[in-house]
């Protein structure tokens, strides 16, 4: 937990004096390992239980979802012929390439994606994005 102080001005007094308040700061942000503190890149895997599902992605898994969407968006994006659909299909992969680009620079270990299973419509709901 990182602590710190914060020195306020809260009033001027009548004779000029300054009347100050001490506040106490605590953080409880938990900080994320950087490359070279991190001895694991991450691990890929799938845990499956009655409820939904955990997916476990490397960073360099990350980063590599990153710039194939980004390139297969450029394609799609001069190749499909129709207009909508193309520009459809290129913001959508686009957009998938700054998400996972993204997370791949915030965490260095990778992240865990936990869904779960919604009954009858064979989808599933991501729920919860953390850190490996």
Do not use: H
């Not at 710039?67 to 913001?91: D, H, M, R």
């Amino acid at each position: 937990m990182v602590r710190g102080e914060l020195m306020m001005n809260v009033r001027q007094l009548e004779d000029n004096k300054i009347e100050t308040i001490r506040y106490s700061i605590q953080s409880s942000t938990p900080r994320l390992k950087t490359l070279s503190e991190s001895e694991s890149r991450g691990v890929n895997k799938y845990v499956e239980s009655w409820y939904g599902f955990d997916l476990w992605i490397s960073n360099p898994t990350l980063a590599l979802i990153s710039g194939g969407s980004g390139f297969t968006a450029t394609i799609l994006g001069v190749w499909v012929p129709e207009p909508a659909v193309s520009k459809v299909l290129a913001t959508c992969l686009a957009f998938c390439g700054m998400v996972t680009g993204y997370l791949a620079s915030e965490y260095p270990n990778g992240v865990i994606i936990s869904s779960v299973f919604v009954p009858g419509t064979g989808s599933c709901i991501p729920y919860n994005i953390q850190s490996q």
